[in-house]
């Protein structure tokens, strides 16, 4: 069991009291009608580069778009140029070429993450955007499972797959071995920083306020609740960083900015917790997101746009961050409408995300590939004889056209079984069942009918009392006893998790350089440095690959 640290006792006694001492509302510093307005102009800011033969918004950071747009309730297949593709079409093309189905997955976890999400948002299905292209697969095939992390251990690989995976139909239990890695990774301060911390000293270095404002979205978007101890300790690590007379997030490596504030921002949103509350609003009055609107550029060729620091000029990938965060979306939105999905042939092999569940926290994660429509014990037998990572599978059993043993692991009872689910249907006893086009495979002991027996059978009503005499009503017959309960199903032991993998000694980080041609499929990963000058004019630089 995890340690309940005296900082997290401290912090959440603090967030509780400060929820009992403040009012129950506070009037917001920016109107509804100033953030509405906001948006609307940056729609059009993000909108403006879009290029008229692909249909994609090509300058830096406008793949991100997308789930911007969607957060603002912009549908992608209407976002064009004349007569030319959409917006979706330039995603659908992107991400659906046989480039992004690669056997083994060799593109970094954080691409797969991004594919997904912009996908979605778009109004594709991410599994399902060719008989090559099953982005959920893909991303299962960078499975870490001795770090319970995604691609080599990081906390953003690992907090942008839990949001790219909560999108699709894989269920809450899977994701357990990630969030414990982010347990496992949060610092002392409250906060994230981008690689992982496996030691006490990683632990103790300033935490970054961005990456924080993603990590709590991750924790939320699984299912973790804003009163968690680990959520309210990065609550005040944020909360600490508000600059009184701007209401902005400050960052650690230097000053104030639009990407910094719009993640924290975009937390928050995922969080349910309202920016503008008296927990995030100063004692000049101010929230972060007044400091987001006075970043907007208000007139000019750049109108609408959102700068770094300030309002002189503007920036798409700061303006994407910020059109999100306000439109009051995490890190992405549910689409406008959604595309049909393509038809495939009967005998195309596909790719599938399977996830098995061994007991509660050990899970397994993997790419399989199989013909579509095989059953349930083909595509068992494709992956025990070769999966990404490779071991998902190791043995299974089918008696009686029933999955009767998986790895090793047996139902302990009668009225106990393996269950499947597909995608997002109904749980039933795992079988011979066919399975479709890019369908997500779920399996996971349970019990039979349900998480436990259902009540019993109602007991028969008692006989008519007789007449009585001058025509007196008989007694009334007693009535029927109630049935036996049904008994609960026995619940599977608790897994135990691997060993987190260790982490190389980082390496020493240089001054940052101009940004390289665009690379194939959207390989190459962005590359964020920042420098903090100290004292007798010293400067730190730290440098980042982001999302």
Known sequence: MRAFSFRRACALSASLIAIAVLPASAAATSTKSEIDAAVTKAVTYVRAPQDPTSGG??????????????????????VKVGAGPSLQDWALAEYGSA?????PPSFNATDYERAILLTHDAGLDPARLSAASNQPAQLAGRWNPAAGSFGEPSTNSTVFGILALRTTPLPAWALAPAIEFL???????????????????????????DMTGAAIAALCEAGVPAYDPDVVAALGFLQSRLVDTTGGIEYHWGGTNVDVNAWVLSGLNACGIDPQSPAWTTADGKTPVDFLLSLQVPSGPEAGGFGYEDASSAGLYGTQDALRALAGAGFSADPVSLRPVPTVSPAAAVSHLLAIELAPGNVRICKVTAAVGATLPV???????????????????????????????????????WLARLDRGAQAVAGEQPVGFGDLIALRLGAVGGAGGGSGPQGPAGPAGPQGPAGAQGPAGAAGAQGPAG?????????AQGP?????????????????????AARNAELSCRSKHRGRGKAKV???VRR
Do not use: M, Y
């Not at 918004?57 to 209407?78: E, K, M, P, Y």
């Not at 987190?500 to 194939?520: D, F, L, N, V």
């Open 57 to 78: 918004i090509l300058d830096f950071g406008g793949d991100w778009a997308v789930t911007a747009l969607a957060a603002a309730g912009v549908d992608a297949s209407t």
């Open 99 to 103: 480039d992004w189905g690669d056997e």
């Open 183 to 209: 347990r496992r990774n949060q610092h002392d301060d409250g906060g994230w920083w981008f690689p992982a911390a496996p030691t006490p000293a990683d632990r103790a270095q300033p935490s970054e306020e």
């Open 379 to 417: 595509v068992l037998a494709e992956a025990e004889a070769g999966s990404h990572p490779a071991g998902c599978v190791t043995s299974f059993t089918v008696a009686g056209g029933k999955l009767t043993s998986l790895d090793g692991v047996e139902p302990e009872g009668e009225d106990e079984a």
């Open 487 to 495: 008994t609960a199903g026995p619940k599977g032991e608790t897994g």
């Open 500 to 520: 987190a993998g260790a982490e190389g000694a980082a390496g020493p980080q240089g001054k940052q350089g101009k940004r390289g041609p665009r690379g194939k």
């Open 542 to 544: 730290r440098c980042q």
